[in-house]
């Protein structure tokens, strides 16, 4: 099993770093051995929430690099802000992962930093991807492969249709697949629509794929 506490997380040496290196990013090597509070705890043993932990670092880093003066301040602020909120979850997984949510679709909005949907993107498990190839302007194929090809789910193919959050891929026009874009990556809701994405649709080894971050690669 993949050792998710190496990570870079938005822990509490993150923080420090927000206050005492102003050249320096937000995202930090993040010793699980040094959790200093639940929450740190929880990203550390659930594979779901290192994803989103990851997924921060992106796009804090990608935020950063877009900020400048005013801005730049505002974003350090506010992310020092959304640190103490996280924290606050103490160890909640439901509520730390509303959290990343909620930030990662502000960072998104705010600084464009998403890029094209086509690409390939890692899972939350081991050698799980997610990879999109097409247009949103014309066909999208999206497919799930993971666990050494001992699983397949798609490609979903269908026509692209952007809305405020993200992407709907349709057939015959009906929804098949709902993508939001999340930081650098995307993030896969857990709906009516993507509950196709089950393990009854993609083998017995497969892992639940809705309600998951994945990250561009």
């Given at each position: 099993m993949?050792?998710?506490?190496k ?6 040496l993150?923080l420090?770093?927000?206050?005492l ?9 993040f010793?699980?051995?040094k959790?200093g ?6 990203i550390?043993?659930?594979?779901e929430?290192?994803a989103l932990d990851?997924?921060?670092a ?12 005013d801005q730049?301040?505002?974003l350090r602020s ?24 909620a ?6 909005n705010d ?12 899972g ?8 999109i190839s ?6 999208i194929?999206v ?5 050494g090809?001992?699983?397949t ?14 992407l ?6 009906d929804e ?11 993030y896969l ?6 509950t196709?994405?089950g ?6 080894n ?5 309600g ?6």
């Amino acid at each position: 099993m993949q050792d998710y506490c190496k990570w870079p997380s938005m822990s509490a040496l993150s923080l420090v770093s927000l206050f005492l290196l102003p050249v320096q990013g937000a995202a930090q090597a993040f010793d699980c051995s040094k959790a200093g509070n639940s929450t740190e705890k929880e990203i550390c043993i659930n594979a779901e929430l290192g994803a989103l932990d990851n997924g921060m670092a992106d796009a804090y880093k990608a935020a950063e690099s877009k900020a400048a003066g005013d801005q730049e301040r505002q974003l350090r602020s506010d992310q020092r802000a959304w640190l103490e909120r996280r924290n606050d979850c103490q160890g909640d997984g439901g509520c730390i992962t509303k959290t990343y949510l909620a930030r990662l679709r502000t960072l998104t909005n705010d600084y464009d930093i998403f890029g094209v949907w086509a690409g390939t993107y890692d899972g939350p498990y081991d050698e799980l991807e997610l990879d999109i190839s097409g247009s949103e302007a014309s066909t999208i194929s999206v497919t799930f492969v993971g666990g050494g090809a001992s699983y397949t789910c798609g490609p979903v193919t269908g026509a692209g249709k952007i809305d405020k959050s993200g992407l709907i891929v349709t057939d015959a026009g009906d929804e098949i697949m709902v993508l939001h874009r999340m930081g650098t990556g995307i993030y896969l809701p857990q709906n009516s629509v993507n509950t196709n994405l089950g393990r009854a649709n993609c083998g017995m080894n497969a892992p639940e794929l809705s309600g998951s971050y994945y990250r561009r690669q």
